[in-house]
């Protein structure tokens, strides 16, 4: 699902573990020693860190990328020759061993690695500077590879980490930097590159832009106009008083407070659609709006629609064209994941986003709560999965918190390595989504993906059995005698339940228990929980004497078959409350071996169990299948990591965030994605042998998700980058029937009517939906495009993925701001041209640049 990392160990000790079990977060976290700093030695707070990527080799041997750290001492005091070492996570692992600059570099756990003196270093003086030469065992083109979080610890207070601040990634712009030889590897996006993708569409006049997205099953648009000069009489019985209460926050409050039209809304039969979620809106000059919904979801959409009809905010006059809508979704399913383990965001963020799925018609919440790196949930009964479980932080010894991870640092008080949500807080959420008409899923990983339980019961199992507890082994999910060799892709190798453990189902059964009784308490009905499943690692299970023990007693052959049987306990327990059993497409699946490789097939055993597959690989020849599960009889949920996965990077420039194992995806990666016929859009080749959907099969689809996995998002801001404005194609794909241009078979037509589509899509984006979103202040600080640019003669042309955005320009070398000259046609000037587009409250996004001789 992820292939990128997590990390591993835990460290504490069991006295602390005793406090912390005890004590809220916070006072686990106050319970920590503050970092102190070694007498005579230089401070990890005064030491300068800087990486570089030097250049990819590329040999017969492989690639690996030759990298160097550049420590410089800026204290009064020195950094000794022994007795230290310097820690720091790093996504896919480096190269171990002793280095040119006699430095020791050593994986720790999982993504954690640290450097530290072999015993020829000499120390660094102060105002000395060391450069630390080593590799990496792949390609680098993304900085979500390059290093991350360093601190320093001193041997003498093994349990003190200081963070080394003033810490800097070198740019990556010199040839041999971005070399990337005869890997097939994509080349860096130039200006010019850009400019020729954005002329895919052109801007259109305002009457011609689509008036509502997404976009509905049928708009019939009338001549007159509904003014509104005073606030409108809302009429809506009882049951819909959140609805009425959305329907007044619509329209500004400086409008007089009476003698407006009438609103009405109401639950009744949408002719000729069976959808709950669909309705009916109609604007009449003379009789006011109407909007009617098979149910309370499909008035509530009905009222987003609405929104998008009004004019943007500050508009000279309101008023609303004659319309009527006919609307109801393609999918029943249109979802949403934000991964909140790998770093950990607040609830006020999940509120965020919350609003803005429901804006854009998206009704499924799915709550990744549980990884390797952190259990994000209070569970009654289990307080170690979020006393040790949801902290990060260094420690010297095992059993206190998790480790660093993903840049989180040696501080157990990082908000986003650390943290979790009180009952309260996820009961405050259930109602929050509910009153939105979105439908939580919550996810427990498992079971792979689960350092963090796997440690936190491993934690309880020593502390209670200390106390002479004989039933401490009532939770423990891993078997002490296990030698199985594996690892994970995210270089983790004790990470994985164990299910010839009794204990495992026991701690399964608890947690499911505790979260049916949270939406029970939040008066929110629970149907499923995704139940995790992917990434198993081969060898796993292999060597463990608990495994084979009841493999044994159940006359199972291989770790396949333990496989089935963990999957068919965990479904029974989910049926006992009344749920079916959700998880990614490996739990769909049946592992087996094709000519000596290792392939995944369509599992004939839970086919009839009604279990719901989240489909995330479309790549290296696992493309179809999604439909082979479909045509096999699975429920599937379309979550392609080619084209849903909003934590890939936009493109390859080494300075746009995001990861890249599974793809680059630009905006219009998303909106051209063919849900029922996405190998449409492969070669000929990559056809041969693939399945398509069945008619029984397509049956099966029940909708899309966009997912967000968090291993390079600390901060809230990222999200919003990384999220918007892809997730509006995903509310488009999803909602909307299939454009002209997906079913039309002659390929020049379809050529055409993609264009016709895309420009229609963007602009809406540019002069309606974005807008709209500025004018409002709803802190959505969307991915703002570089401009294209391109040299054309003696002149500079410059264009924009969203046509009509405002750009403005320097011709000095410097980044533009919101008084530099505006692009109003080509640019004359001689120099170093660089322009950025604006949005409508002057926030610039990002610049590019080209010469002009």
Excluded at 274 to 296: K, M
Excluded at 835 to 842: I, Q, S, Y
Aim: net charge neutral.
């Amino acid at each position: 699902m992820e292939r990128l990392l997590k990390n591993k160990t835990i460290y504490g000790s069991c006295a602390l573990a005793l406090l912390l079990l005890a004590a809220p977060l916070t006072e686990a976290i106050a319970a920590t020693p503050a970092a102190s700093q070694v007498s005579g030695y230089a401070s990890g707070a005064k030491l300068t860190l800087r990486w570089e990527l030097q250049r990819n080799l590329f040999s017969a041997a492989g690639i690996r990328a030759q990298t160097r750290f550049i420590l410089t001492n800026q204290d009064k005091l020195p950094l000794p020759a022994q007795g230290w070492s310097l820690y720091f996570n790093c996504m896919d692992g480096v190269e171990s061993g002793t280095l040119p600059s006699k430095l020791i570099l050593e994986q720790v756990a999982g993504s954690l690695f640290r450097l530290r003196p072999a015993p020829d270093f000499a120390g660094l003086a102060p105002g000395q500077t060391l450069e630390i030469a080593y590799y990496h065992p792949d390609m680098i083109i993304k900085m979500a590879k390059a290093p991350v979080g360093p601190y320093l610890v001193y041997d003498a207070v093994p349990d003190q980490g200081v963070a080394i601040t003033d810490f800097e990634w070198l740019p990556v712009t010199r040839p041999e930097q971005l070399d990337k030889g005869n890997s097939g590897a994509k080349p860096v996006v130039t200006p010019q590159d850009t400019y020729l993708r954005n002329t895919q569409a052109t801007l259109l006049p305002a009457a011609e832009v689509p008036p509502v997205l997404p976009t509905p099953l049928q708009l019939h648009p009338g001549s007159g106009t509904l003014v509104l000069k005073a606030q409108p009489a809302i009429s809506a019985p009882a049951a819909l008083g959140r609805e009425a209460a959305l329907a007044r926050s619509l329209f500004p409050a400086g409008l007089a407070a009476a003698g407006g039209p009438v609103l009405k809304l109401a639950v009744g039969k949408v002719e000729g659609q069976a959808s709950p979620e669909a309705y009916s809106l109609t604007v009449r000059a003379d009789s006011g709006i109407s909007i009617v919904g098979n149910s309370a979801a499909g008035v509530f959409y009905g009222l987003e629609t609405l929104r998008d009809l009004l004019p943007l905010p500050g508009a000279a006059e309101l008023s609303v064209r004659e319309v009527s809508i006919v609307d109801a979704p393609r999918f029943g399913y249109r979802g949403f994941q934000l991964d909140v383990a790998r770093n950990f965001h607040t609830k006020q963020t999940v509120f965020k986003w919350l609003d803005l799925m429901a804006r854009y018609k998206l009704n499924k919440f799915h709550f990744h709560l549980t990884e390797d790196e952190g259990w994000r949930l209070q569970i009654n009964g289990l307080p170690e999965l979020t006393a040790i479980g949801a902290v990060r932080g260094h420690s010297d010894k095992p059993g206190v918190r998790l480790q660093p991870a993903y840049g989180s640092g040696p501080d157990p008080a990082d908000p986003h390595g650390s943290g979790y949500y009180t009952r309260a807080d996820y009961i405050e959420i259930l109602r929050y989504a509910a009153a939105r008409h979105i439908e939580v899923i919550p996810e427990l990983e498992m079971p792979g993906h689960a350092r963090a339980a796997v440690q936190a019961m491993e934690a309880r199992y020593h502390r209670l059995k200390s106390a002479g507890d004989k039933d401490a082994a009532k939770y423990l999910l891993n078997d002490f005698d296990d030698r199985s060799v594996y690892k994970s892709p995210q270089l983790y190798n004790d990470h994985v339940l164990n299910p010839g453990l009794e204990s495992s189902f026991t701690f399964i059964e608890q947690v499911v228990k505790e979260v049916v009784a949270l939406h029970r308490e939040a008066g929110v009905p629970l149907h499923t929980i995704h139940m995790g499943g992917d990434e198993l690692p081969n060898g796993a299970w292999e060597k463990s004497p608990a495994a084979h023990a009841t493999m044994q007693r159940l006359k199972l052959e291989t770790t396949a078959d333990l496989w089935d049987y963990f999957y068919d306990r965990v479904d029974t327990i989910l049926h006992k409350h009344g749920l079916f059993t959700s998880g990614w497409e490996e739990l769909a699946a049946r592992k087996t071996m094709l000519n000596g490789r290792h392939k995944l097939i369509p599992n004939p055993r839970f086919t009839q169990r009604g279990f719901s597959a989240y489909v995330w690989n479309n790549t290296e020849g696992a493309e179809d299948f999604a439909y082979r599960l479909a045509n096999a009889g699975y429920d599937i949920v379309l979550a392609p990591v080619t084209k849903m996965y909003l934590d890939m990077s936009y493109n390859p420039n080494p300075d746009e965030p995001g990861v890249n194992w599974g793809a680059y995806i630009e905006l219009d990666s998303v909106y051209n994605f063919m849900p029922l016929d996405y190998l449409k859009e492969a070669s000929e080749a990559n056809r041969v042998g693939k399945d398509a959907l069945t008619d029984y099969g397509k049956r099966r689809v029940r909708g899309l998700e966009a997912t967000l996995f968090t291993e390079t998002v600390r901060d809230p801001r990222r999200i919003d980058y990384l999220v918007m404005p892809r997730l509006l194609a995903v509310a488009e794909r999803a909602w909307a029937p299939d454009p002209a241009w997906a079913t039309e078979p002659d390929a020049d037509k379809a050529a055409a009517l993609r264009r016709i589509g895309w420009t229609g899509f963007v602009n809406a984006l540019s002069q309606r939906v974005l807008p709209r979103l500025d004018l409002e202040h709803a802190d959505i600080d969307y991915r703002i495009a570089p401009p294209g640019l391109m040299l054309d003669g003696d002149r500079v042309l410059a264009n924009h993925l969203l046509p009509g955005i405002t750009m403005r320009y320097t011709s000095d070398g410097s980044a533009p701001t919101a008084t530099s000259p505006l692009v109003s046609g080509p640019i004359m000037e001689h120099g170093v041209i660089q322009v950025a587009a604006f949005d409508r409250n002057g926030r610039r996004g990002n610049v590019a640049r080209i010469e002009r001789p």
